[in-house]
């Protein structure tokens, strides 16, 4: 961020992509279609239990085979919407490439804070960890993908500590993430009055939940995409983390004429780059 802050109507035209994308609401339109297709596969196993909150559960799309990578995914939503279901869309192709892929879901702001969804999120990690060869999945293949809030939390969870977390997790529980449009300094959503509020972070932490102000992770890969036709802070974003994280960012695609919410649609498109990028991370490339 630069000395001079500008006002907040800048960082709300910065970061509130749904008033930036006039076609959004065809967007979450087709999301909502597309994701109950992708609950019409069989196999699913629905609100797996890895805490005690009601909002702890993850569905599951088991592997053909024993042993096969293990792809969690995590939605977006500014910490504060969605759900789940509403981006299953992108389980299916990872399914057919042979993973197993578990969607996570999360308590949401404002009746939690950040801070309480990234320690879900970790707890969520460790029961794939200690349960995934239960659904055909090997416990040291784990790669974490997410869009916007949920990149923010995949890249947080490649840089957890899990030693100390629990003893019986390795420390490279997550191997690789993959983070869509994700955020990595969370300074300036404390600046953009469409967010602040529901968010409710302070500068203390804000800087604490940024990934590009921890030390990069010593272990384990991060690869980063964003929209070519999103925001200019989204767009630094992601060369923030690359400069902060330096090695460990092994690739940073920028995809041509996407906005912030249509470039997740590259994740579930076979063709394409970012969908082959996740593919590799898997082992499965």
Not at 102 to 116: D, F, G, K, R, W
Not at 136 to 156: D, K, W, Y
Not at 264 to 281: G, I, K
Request: proline fraction near 8%; include cysteine; glycine fraction near 8%.
């Amino acid at each position: 961020m630069s000395e001079a802050t500008p006002p907040p109507a800048w960082y709300d035209a910065q970061y509130n992509n749904r008033a930036r994308i006039p076609e959004h609401p065809a967007i979450l339109a087709h999301w909502a279609e597309a994701s109950a297709r992708a609950y019409e596969r069989p196999g699913w196993v629905l609100d797996l239990a890895y805490g005690e909150d009601r909002s702890e559960r993850l569905d599951v799309l088991p592997a053909g085979r024993p042993g096969a990578p293990v792809l969690v995914y995590i939605h977006g939503g500014y910490w504060r919407a969605l759900d789940k279901r509403d981006q299953s869309f992108v389980a299916p192709p990872f399914a057919d490439a042979g993973a197993m892929v578990a969607l996570a879901n999360y308590a949401l702001c404002p009746a939690v804070t950040i801070e309480h969804i990234v320690l879900q999120l970790v707890r969520a990690l460790a029961w794939v960890h200690r349960n995934a060869s239960g659904y055909g999945g090997e416990p040291g293949r784990i790669v974490v993908a997410g869009h916007s809030a949920g990149g923010h939390l995949a890249t947080m969870l490649l840089a957890c500590d899990w030693k100390a977390v629990a003893p019986d997790l390795p420390a490279d529980l997550v191997k690789s993430a993959l983070s869509i449009s994700g955020l990595y300094e969370l300074e300036p959503l404390r600046h953009a009055p469409f967010l602040a509020a529901d968010i409710g972070l302070t500068a203390a932490t804000a800087l604490r939940l940024s990934p590009a102000g921890m030390p990069a992770p010593l272990q384990g890969s991060l690869v980063t995409v964003v929209g070519g036709d999103e925001s200019e802070e989204f767009l630094r974003q992601v060369e923030l983390i690359g400069r902060a994280w330096g090695l460990r960012v092994t690739a940073a695609e920028r995809v041509p004429a996407r906005n912030h919410m249509d470039v997740l649609h590259e994740l579930a498109d076979p063709s394409s780059r970012t969908y082959r990028l996740a593919l590799e991370l898997l082992g499965l490339g």
